[in-house]
């Protein structure tokens, strides 16, 4: 069955210092690949995604993040956080062909920033 | 544009009741879906539409209904809440029906069952 997952569920890291935030999935072939961030109170906005290509993608707010087919991952990193980066992330999925925009999300790493 | 709205932004409902939760796009967007997000799950799909007229089902549909008469409201049915379906939902949207389209989403309701 496809799935993602997000090993952490809590970071907590201390502004200016770097970030990376897990993500591995399980799919039949290599799918498109999201991050999306949830700030407290709000919906989701969309900070970057894979098709194909370079595997180092980048994104808005500073982030990037690398495809690894081999590890079936899809990290997030930044190499400096900001307190207002404090938020949940959502690494997510979506079907190569065949299938509708039907994403599958993982369970979310939720950010906390010290000053 | 307002992008993709949701009402109401709160709710409180007794079990057995029935409620709709409104969604709309004013981005003439063709595919439009809800999702419900419970702590520690994600948020997982539970029903989706690729065009006025056309709904299909998502990952966890029980207990909810759709229909989409025009291309910008896409509202969800609750017909008898139970606690099981306390959540925040959200509606999203997208320009095309394939995967790699971006989804944009709406602020989401907080809904409660008691």
């Known amino acids: 069955a496809q799935s993602v997952t997000q090993p952490d569920i809590h970071i907590t890291v201390s502004e200016g210092a770097s970030l990376e935030l897990r993500c591995n999935y399980s799919y039949g072939a290599t799918p498109y690949l999201f991050w999306y961030v949830q700030s407290p109170g709000q919906g989701l906005q969309l900070l970057l995604k894979?098709?194909?290509?370079?595997?180092l993608v980048q994104g808005i707010k500073g982030f990037e993040a690398e495809f690894k087919r081999s590890q079936s991952s899809f990290n997030l990193r930044k190499p400096s956080v900001h307190w207002s980066d404090a938020a949940e992330y959502f690494c997510?999925?979506?079907?190569?062909?065949?299938?509708?925009?039907?994403?599958?999300f993982g369970a979310g790493t939720r950010l906390a920033v010290h000053p | 544009n307002a992008g993709v709205t949701q009402t109401p932004k709160f709710q409180v409902l007794k079990t057995g009741q029935s409620m709709t939760l409104q969604c709309a796009q004013d981005m003439n967007h063709e595919y439009m879906s809800w999702y419900r997000q419970d702590p520690g799950m994600g948020l997982r799909l539970i029903h989706y539409?690729?065009?006025?007229?056309?709904?299909d089902q998502g990952e966890v549909p029980n207990g909810y209904n759709v229909s989409r008469s025009t291309t910008e409201d896409f509202p969800l049915r609750l017909l008898s809440a139970a606690p099981s379906q306390t959540s925040v939902y959200f509606c999203a949207s997208s320009v095309g029906l394939a995967g790699y389209n971006e989804q944009f989403f709406g602020p989401g309701t907080r809904l409660t069952v008691l």
């Open positions: 997510a999925v979506g079907p190569l062909s065949g299938g509708y925009n039907k994403l599958i």
């Open positions: 894979y098709f194909s290509g370079d595997t």
């Open positions: 539409s690729v065009g006025a007229g056309i709904t």
